[in-house]
């Protein structure tokens, strides 16, 4: 009896020895030669073990969702409450993990308060330059690249966003931006990053000729951030296109918040059916593919999901869309997606 004990249990060890050692080799983030990584929500990384275990096993670099958004991080224009996204930061070190910081300047992501400020201009670009610094020096030698703009331009690319910090500062603020977050923190990797190239010619053209003119007026500019909420119906060639395109800059490439939208019409009654499935895992191996082959390697920064798991997902909580757009389910588990992905990273 004691010997069949004692052989189970090695049969059990040795089954969770090689078990152990397989899913490091079946893991995503190291198959693929650059960092994987995924935004988080501070909460959630506190209150649910899952998503804290699945965060820290499957990606190596890790972006705030909303927590160093000036709305949260700097609520007031005499307070800054650094408390959610130290929490991030802290739980990105202690595993090893780099750190991305979204974002310092976006018209979206600005507090009350700045919004109506109710000061001159020069001392709105001041309270502006004030933020980026203060929270750039916080995080100096922790987080590694900043998104120090995001979303610069219009909607359809054709114009520099009209917005409370082009109407204060004037079109050039985002060079403005860049030199001050250069002055706090001459080491970090700062990056413009944008949405919608994937679908519009013009944006695609418009980010990539801002890249070029930064360059050439030395603006230190380090990388472009490419959102890529896709969805399934978005052209395979424009997405492959944006890559290539913004790759000629010779900047760092990140991919940036990636989701692969299977509702992208919102239509109240979808249902995840396996031809959606299946469509949506060849937009995801597409993508990992076109980063691969487009964007040289020392250029690829990294793939970054936008959130863990399908529950988690901006697009059910702030547009209440049925969506599941990401690698894994609602219970955390990997999708099939995330083994052909897989698959395909392996064969390389
Ligand atoms: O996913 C984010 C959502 O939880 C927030 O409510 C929203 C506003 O702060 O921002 C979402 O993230 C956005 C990101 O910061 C910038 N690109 C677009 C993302 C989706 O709106």
């Known amino acids: 009896m004691n010997k069949l004990i004692r052989i189970s249990l090695l049969v059990f060890i040795f089954t969770l020895l090689t078990y152990a050692q397989k899913s490091e080799t079946d893991l995503l983030r190291n198959q693929v030669k650059f960092p994987l990584g995924a935004s988080v929500n501070a909460d959630m990384l506190l209150i649910n073990k899952l998503y804290h275990y699945v965060a820290n096993k499957e990606f190596n670099s890790i972006t705030a969702e909303n927590h160093m958004k000036m709305y949260r991080i700097h609520p007031e224009q005499n307070r800054y409450d650094f408390s959610k996204a ?41 309270e502006v330059k004030k933020h980026i610094q203060t929270v750039m020096k916080h995080y100096k030698g922790k987080v590694t690249s900043w998104d120090v703009v995001n979303e610069y331009l219009s909607q359809n690319g054709d114009s520099v966003r009209d917005c409370i910090f082009s109407r204060r500062m004037g079109k050039e603020y985002m060079a403005q931006c860049f030199l001050w977050a250069h002055e706090a923190d001459p080491k970090a990797i700062l990056i413009y990053n944008e949405y919608g190239m ?37 052209k395979e060639e424009q997405i492959v296109r944006t890559l290539t395109e913004l790759s000629k800059t010779g900047l760092k490439i990140h991919i940036s918040e990636l989701d692969v939208m299977v509702n992208g019409h919102n239509q109240p009654n979808a249902v995840y059916t396996d031809s959606l499935k299946q469509l949506q895992t060849e937009k995801f191996m597409l993508i990992f593919n076109a980063y691969r082959k ?10 970054t999901f936008w959130n863990i798991a399908d529950n988690d997902t901006w697009l059910r909580k702030v547009y209440k869309i049925n969506e599941w757009p990401l690698l894994f389910d609602d219970n955390y588990i990997r999708k099939p997606a995330y083994y052909k992905v897989l698959e395909k990273v392996k064969s390389y």
Do not use: C
């Open 86 to 126: 130290d929490s991030i930061v802290d739980f990105a070190l202690k595993n090893g993990k780099r750190i991305h910081g979204h974002t310092l300047v976006w018209f979206d992501g600005t507090a009350e308060w700045l919004k109506n400020f109710k000061g001159t201009d020069m001392e709105f670009s001041n």
């Open 294 to 303: 487009q964007v040289p390697a020392k250029q690829q920064y990294g793939i």
């Open 198 to 234: 994937e679908w519009s010619e013009k944006k695609l053209q418009a980010m990539k000729s801002i890249a070029f003119d930064f360059l050439k007026r030395k603006i230190p500019i380090h990388g472009l951030g490419v959102q890529f909420h896709v969805k399934t119906f978005d």
